[in-house]
């Protein structure tokens, strides 16, 4: 299959880890940002394949698992007012919140919707001008500039039982801000790759300049990450410090213009607060002054919101890549994709639910 | 930086649309609420029963509620009658007679119910199963999904072939007769309107005459499973909890479509965990499996029939693992319930 298979070939994938091996002489902390790509690393069992002492550190790169419970629990909030079609990718629904999840709302009778593009929403919007369509907004940059369509193209229609509740965050800074903990042990990163599809890789050079740090734009297949993680080790044994780019077939320096300046019209940035990590300046996007009649936090007055923490999960260590979900001791017991916790354990993308998928249990740490 | 991570609440008081997607939600509301009640005994979950007092008769019912009524390949006509020709043959059975039963919504049009029966009609006649017996009933507009069907199944097995879910024994061979992710990635995509569904088509079928071929085999066909609501993954963890084995497929070796790997990259799913309703998984003496290929081979609805594994001399009981293409192995797990799209 055409720009499939050839990234999954089994030959070329154990030509690359014997190259690894070839190269690594030390047991580097290399972090993968992006949820999707940790997903590929755990399902092939990747990192289990890698040299000796070498690990992979999962990031915050999951954008259902960073959402902050605050967003969450005004969806629901708003979920449940009569008239309302709240609109959300499929992921977000079994995502808890304070007191319950999307799904047990739209069995209850909540018009919850799974959509599999903002503009399936605005179409809703436009099909039913008696009902309130709030659609539930987040993700990275990659989500970003067809949210921003979105919103345009319902201003253009003049629709205005359309709105959004936005939580978009940025890359970036949550890099620096992991950079900047004294107890990061990351040593390069891998990208991610459609992130960069959209903003391309100049604003990673810095990063690199300033801490040091190799970065590789990665794709998602399995040869993507071992061709990243093979790259990322040759700057490092090299004591180079460089952004590269592995996703040639999809990543270009400058990204999309035209997407970014569909960011910029529609959203301004904005301080974020991070599930598990915190609030961090400037890391994440909101509504800019000129559209912000399509705030659904405004329209339906839902804010205020206050999370209840578990003492026990480690979300926030294992997002920051400082803990891997196997050191949580409700791992597996208290918390499972049954009965998720915290949002790693929720997302398919997330670190505990990859780790949960692919069976892993403490005693098979390699850490 | 600080971490916080909240307790949520599940709702546990009312049914989820994950309790009827054949994971472990459906597994749950059966053992915990629904065999008890019935007085369902321990004893492996089967696609068909043995109809008590007459050992070579077996008895299975189902409920079809697709949307969209109508989708490339089939529609929930043809669909009603395979589904349940279908758990019939895999207790080794030949279909005898079918019951037909209707809910149809307020508001249908005729037509549509009428195109329906007669693809019902025309599957029956080609699987060479008669309607016996059945039932119509109407709902108010709103009280059901345009139409639900449920068909019953009386069949008949084949000689010595008495497969079980809980015979998978260690060193069998693990076969599947064809394409896995035809049939969930094509209803969905129509239903949701994804574009896919030009590509592909549902691999609807009646599967008793492939199961006809490996009569033969007679007691070295241990087990057979078609793997519909939750995939292959589903059907291969039932069968190794039923069974008490460890199994082991190799990833490069389970034929996906490519259309189906691309849908199902596109929206982050599974093509393990998706629904099929065209093709079988079967657990064979290892001695039998070339035999059993062959024989698969031989029609039209096993052309495509695979090795992809094996049950292994020993392992954990109850565990599938999936050999992945780059030589790692991972844990196959039960699906949970609804499969979700991924964000991105």
């Known amino acids: 299959m055409k720009y499939l298979d050839e990234y999954r070939d089994p030959v070329l994938a154990r030509r690359l880890l014997d190259e690894l091996r070839q190269t690594a002489t030390r047991p580097w902390r290399i972090m993968e940002v992006c949820g999707g790509q940790t997903h590929t690393l755990v399902r092939q069992g990747i990192d289990e394949l890698l040299p000796a002492g070498m690990r992979m550190i999962h990031g915050p790169g999951c954008p259902v698992c960073v959402t902050p419970l605050e967003t969450l629990d005004r969806a629901m909030a708003v979920a449940a007012r009569p008239g309302v079609i709240l609109t959300s990718f499929g992921d977000m629904l079994r995502v808890p919140g304070t007191d319950t999840d999307l799904l047990s709302l739209r069995a209850r009778g909540a018009d919850v919707r799974v959509v599999y593009a903002p503009m399936d929403a605005v179409r809703l919007a436009a099909e039913?001008?008696?009902?309130?369509?709030?659609?539930?907004?987040?993700?990275?940059?990659?989500?970003?500039?067809a949210n921003a369509t979105a919103v345009l193209h319902a201003a253009g229609l003049g629709l205005t039982n359309f709105s959004m509740l936005v939580s978009h965050v940025l890359v970036p800074p949550a890099m620096t801000a992991l950079l900047d903990d004294p107890d990061c042990e990351v040593q390069a990163f891998l990208a991610a790759g459609h992130v960069c599809a959209v903003m391309g890789w100049r604003e990673y050079e810095p990063i690199a300049a300033r801490y040091r740090v190799p970065i590789v734009v990665t794709g998602f297949e399995p040869l993507d990450l071992l061709e990243g993680i093979l790259m990322a080790v040759r700057q490092l044994e090299s004591g180079r410090c460089e952004v590269e780019n592995q996703y040639v077939r999809a990543v270009r320096r400058y990204g999309n213009t035209k997407a970014q300046d569909a960011v910029r019209e529609v959203f301004q940035v904005t301080d974020r607060a991070w599930r598990g990590i915190g609030a961090l300046p400037d890391s994440g996007l909101e509504l800019a002054p000129r559209y912000r009649r399509f705030d659904a936090a405004r329209r339906f007055d839902v804010a205020g919101l206050c999370p209840v923490e578990d003492p026990e999960c480690i979300a926030g260590a294992v997002l920051t890549g400082a803990r891997l979900p196997t050191d949580c001791s409700a791992y597996g017991t208290r918390c499972t994709p049954r009965h998720p916790l915290g949002a790693p354990m929720v997302s398919s993308e997330g670190t505990c639910a990859a780790f949960h998928a692919a069976g892993r249990t403490p005693a098979r740490r390699t850490a | 930086m600080t971490i916080q991570c909240p307790t949520p609440h599940h709702d546990d008081e009312v049914v989820l649309l994950g309790h009827g997607a054949g994971g472990?939600?459906?597994?749950?509301?059966?053992?915990?609420?629904?065999?008890?009640?019935?007085?369902?005994?321990?004893?492996?979950?089967?696609?068909?029963?043995?109809?008590?007092?007459?050992?070579?008769?077996?008895?299975?019912?189902?409920?079809?509620?697709?949307?969209?009524?109508?989708?490339?390949?089939?529609?929930?006509?043809?669909?009603?009658?395979?589904?349940?020709?279908?758990?019939?043959?895999m207790r080794g059975a030949w279909p005898l007679a079918l019951s037909v039963s209707l809910i149809v919504e307020e508001g249908l049009p005729l037509a549509e119910l009428r195109a329906v029966l007669s693809s019902l009609g025309k599957a029956a006649q080609d699987a060479g199963v008669p309607v016996v017996t059945g039932d119509t009933k109407v709902v108010g507009r709103?009280?059901?999904?345009?139409?639900?069907?449920?068909?019953?199944?009386?069949?008949?097995?084949?000689?010595?072939?008495?497969?079980?879910?809980?015979?998978?024994?260690?060193?069998?061979?693990?076969?599947?007769?064809?394409p896995v992710g035809l049939h969930g990635t094509t209803v969905l995509s129509t239903r949701e309107g994804l574009g896919f569904e030009g590509d592909i088509a549902s691999d609807t079928r009646p599967l008793h005459r492939l199961v006809g071929t490996l009569a033969p085999l007679g007691a070295d066909v241990h087990v057979l499973r078609d793997p519909t609501r939750g995939g292959l993954a589903a059907a291969l963890n039932e069968i190794a909890r039923d069974s008490s084995v460890a199994v082991e497929i190799e990833e490069s070796a389970v034929p996906v479509p490519g259309a189906v790997a691309s849908a199902c990259d596109l929206l982050g799913l599974d093509p393990l965990v998706v629904a099929n309703e065209g093709c079988l998984v079967a657990f064979v003496s290892a001695d039998a499996a070339e035999g059993a290929l062959r024989a698969m081979r031989s029609v039209a609805e096993g052309a495509g029939a695979v090795r992809i594994g094996e049950v292994l001399p020993d392992g954990p009981a109850g565990r599938v693992t999936l050999r992945t293409l780059v030589g790692a192995r991972r844990i196959v797990e039960m699906p949970l319930g609804e499969q979700l799209p991924r964000i991105c």
């Open chain 1, 128 to 145: 039913h001008p008696d009902r309130e369509v709030v659609f539930l907004a987040v993700g990275f940059e990659t989500t970003a500039p």
């Open chain 2, 24 to 89: 472990r939600l459906t597994a749950e509301l059966l053992d915990r609420l629904i065999l008890p009640a019935l007085d369902g005994g321990p004893g492996p979950m089967e696609d068909a029963a043995l109809l008590p007092g007459y050992r070579e008769l077996v008895i299975s019912t189902d409920s079809f509620v697709v949307s969209p009524l109508f989708f490339p390949g089939g529609d929930i006509g043809s669909l009603a009658v395979h589904g349940t020709v279908n758990d019939l043959a």
């Open chain 2, 142 to 178: 709103g009280a059901a999904d345009r139409l639900f069907i449920n068909t019953t199944g009386i069949g008949q097995r084949h000689g010595s072939l008495h497969p079980s879910a809980a015979l998978a024994r260690p060193g069998d061979a693990v076969l599947l007769s064809g």
